[in-house]
C-alpha cells in the first residue's frame, strides 16, 4: 500500500519524461527540417547609407570612398573577411542631381591595386575608372567630371583588367542616384529606405568556415547558393501597405535574375539603365542579365495577406513583412518622361561585334583584350549604330551581358523586331541569349578611351572586352 503511490509517481514521472522526450526529439527533427545550411534567422534587409556631400557648393558634390577590407559573419559563426567602399560590404549611395559637378575622392586602403568605374555615366573617358585608371595600394585619384544626363539609378565598381571579378565578388560595388526635375516632381515614391529602396542583388558561396568561395571551373564562376541583398542573407523588410519602389541591381558576376512576386501580381517597370521610360510597362517578372538595372514599383495597398516574397527564379530574394492598413489608393503616373529617339538617319558609322564564349574564355571579333591596343577609333559627337551578336553554337552557348562605357544607348532592334517595351529607353547593358542579334544606336559626347564588354565579370577578366578612342 505504501509503494503504490509512489510507484505511481515514478510512472507519472517516467512518463512525463517520455513525453518530454519525445517532444524534444520532436521539437530537434523540426529545427533539422528547418534548419538552413546558412542562417536559422531571418535578417533585416541592411539599407545602404546615403553619403554626405562635403561640399557646400549647391554646384558640386563631393564625395569620399575608401576602399578597405572588413569582416562579416554571412554564414552563423562563420567570418568571412571581405572588402568594401567605407565599411565591410558594399558601398554608400551617392546622390547627385543633374548638373552639378561630382567628384569622389576614391582612396585604395586594399593591399591590392583597383580602380573605380562609374557604370551608367556620360564622361569623359579620363574620370572613367576603367583598367588604365589603376589606384596602387595606398594611392589616391580623384576624378571630377559634370553629371549631365536623366535622373537614373547607376553604379560603380572596380574595374582592374583581371581582377574585377574577384573584387566585386568580395564586395566592391555601390549605387548612384542621379536625380533631376523630373524625378522630383513625378508621383512617384521616393523616400529613401522607406518606400524607395535600392537592392543589389548578388550571388555567393561560402566554405565551411564563411569565407566566400570564388569557384572558377571550365564553365565559368560556379553559380552562388546564397542570395544576398544589399549584403544581407534572407532579408526582410517591413514595408506599409502602399506603392513601393524597388531599384534592382543585378550585381551578381555571372548570373541572370528573374524577378516575381510569389503571388504572381503584376508591377510597373518605370525605368530601365539610364532612366525612366516614356511609360509604365506592366509585367509579372522581370530579367535582369549582371549589370542591368529596372526600377519597378510595385503596389503593396490591396494586400491582403501578412506577407508577400520577391522570388528570384524558385527562391525567396527578399520578404515583405506589411503593416497597417491599406493606404489611399495610387495609380502609376500615365506619362514619365521624355525619350529622344536617336535616329538612324544621323548615324554615320555601322559597326558590328560578335561575341563569342567557350566556357570561361571568350572575345568580341575574333580578339582578347588587350590594354595596348584600341580596337576602334570614334569621332568626338558621331551618332553609331552597332550590330551586337552572340554566336552561340551547341557546344558553346551563354547568354552575355553586352555593356558600353561613357554613353547610354536605345536598343534599335533585337532579332530584327523592335525591342521589348521595357527596353525602349536608355540602356548601358544589354542581354543576348545564345544567337540573339542587337542594334544599338548611341552617341558620343566624350574623348578618351573607353570599354566595351561582357558584364560577365569572369568573361570580362578573361578576354571578353575591347576600347574604342573617342577623339
Ligand atoms: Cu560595370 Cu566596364 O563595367
Ligand atoms: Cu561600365
Ligand atoms: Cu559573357
Given at each position: 500500500m505504501e509503494k503504490k503511490p509512489k510507484a505511481g509517481r515514478s510512472f507519472l514521472g517516467m512518463g512525463m519524461v517520455l513525453v518530454l522526450g519525445v517532444f524534444l526529439i520532436f521539437l530537434g527533427v523540426r529545427m533539422l527540417l528547418d534548419e538552413d545550411p546558412v542562417v536559422s534567422s531571418k535578417n533585416p534587409l541592411r539599407i545602404p547609407p546615403v553619403l554626405e556631400d562635403q561640399d557646400p557648393d549647391p554646384q558640386v558634390v563631393s564625395y569620399v570612398l575608401k576602399a578597405e577590407t572588413g569582416t562579416m559573419s554571412?554564414?552563423?559563426?562563420g567570418r568571412t573577411p571581405t572588402m568594401g567602399y567605407n565599411g565591410s560590404f558594399l558601398g554608400p549611395v551617392l546622390r547627385v542631381n543633374r548638373g552639378q559637378e561630382m567628384q569622389v575622392q576614391v582612396e585604395n586602403h586594399l593591399p591590392e591595386s583597383t580602380t573605380l568605374h562609374w557604370h551608367g555615366m556620360d564622361l569623359p573617358g579620363e574620370a572613367d575608372g576603367g583598367p588604365h585608371h589603376g589606384i596602387p595600394s595606398g594611392g589616391t585619384w580623384t576624378p571630377r567630371f559634370l553629371v549631365d544626363q536623366p535622373a537614373a539609378t547607376l553604379w560603380y565598381h572596380p574595374h582592374?583588367?583581371?581582377n574585377t571579378g574577384p573584387q566585386v565578388y568580395q564586395g566592391l560595388a555601390g549605387l548612384i542616384y542621379i536625380e533631376d526635375a523630373i524625378s522630383e516632381a513625378l508621383d512617384i515614391p521616393r523616400d529613401y529606405g522607406i518606400n524607395d529602396i535600392p537592392l543589389v542583388v548578388q550571388d555567393r558561396n561560402f566554405t565551411?568556415?564563411?569565407?566566400?568561395?570564388?569557384e572558377l571551373t571550365m564553365m565559368g564562376l560556379r553559380p552562388g547558393e546564397v542570395l544576398l541583398v544589399n549584403g544581407t542573407v534572407h532579408p526582410y523588410f517591413e514595408a506599409k501597405r502602399e506603392p513601393m519602389r524597388l531599384r534592382l541591381l543585378n550585381g551578381s558576376n555571372f548570373e541572370d535574375f528573374r524577378f516575381r512576386f510569389d503571388d504572381r501580381r503584376s508591377f510597373h517597370q518605370i525605368a530601365s539603365d539610364g532612366g525612366f521610360l516614356e511609360a509604365p510597362v506592366a509585367m509579372e517578372e522581370v530579367y535582369l542579365s549582371p549589370g542591368e538595372r529596372v526600377e519597378i514599383v510595385v503596389d503593396f495597398?490591396?494586400?491582403?495577406?501578412e506577407q508577400l516574397l520577391l522570388m528570384e527564379g524558385d527562391r525567396i530574394a527578399l520578404e515583405f513583412r506589411l503593416t497597417g492598413e491599406p493606404g489611399a489608393s495610387w495609380t502609376v503616373p500615365e506619362t514619365l518622361a521624355v525619350v529622344p529617339p536617336l535616329e538612324p538617319?544621323?548615324?554615320s558609322v555601322r559597326r558590328t561585334f560578335v561575341m563569342e564564349s567557350m566556357g570561361l574564355q571568350g572575345t568580341i571579333n575574333g580578339k582578347a583584350f588587350d590594354m595596348?591596343?584600341?580596337?576602334e577609333e570614334v569621332v568626338l559627337g558621331a551618332t553609331e549604330i552597332w550590330t551586337v551578336t552572340n554566336s552561340a553554337t551547341m557546344m558553346h552557348s551563354s547568354g552575355h551581358p553586352f555593356h558600353v562605357h561613357g554613353t547610354q544607348f536605345q536598343i534599335l532592334s533585337r532579332n530584327g523586331a523592335p525591342p521589348a517595351l521595357g527596353e525602349r529607353g536608355w540602356k548601358d547593358t544589354v542581354h543576348l541569349q545564345p544567337g540573339d542579334e542587337v542594334e544599338l544606336i548611341m552617341q558620343f559626347h566624350h574623348p578618351g578611351v573607353f570599354m566595351y564588354h561582357c558584364h560577365m565579370l569572369e568573361h570580362e577578366d578573361y578576354g571578353m572586352m575591347g576600347q574604342f578612342r573617342v577623339q
Open positions: 554571412f554564414v552563423e559563426g582592374f583588367h583581371r565551411e568556415a564563411g569565407e566566400f568561395l570564388y495597398s490591396d494586400a491582403a495577406s538617319g544621323q548615324a595596348g591596343r584600341i580596337d
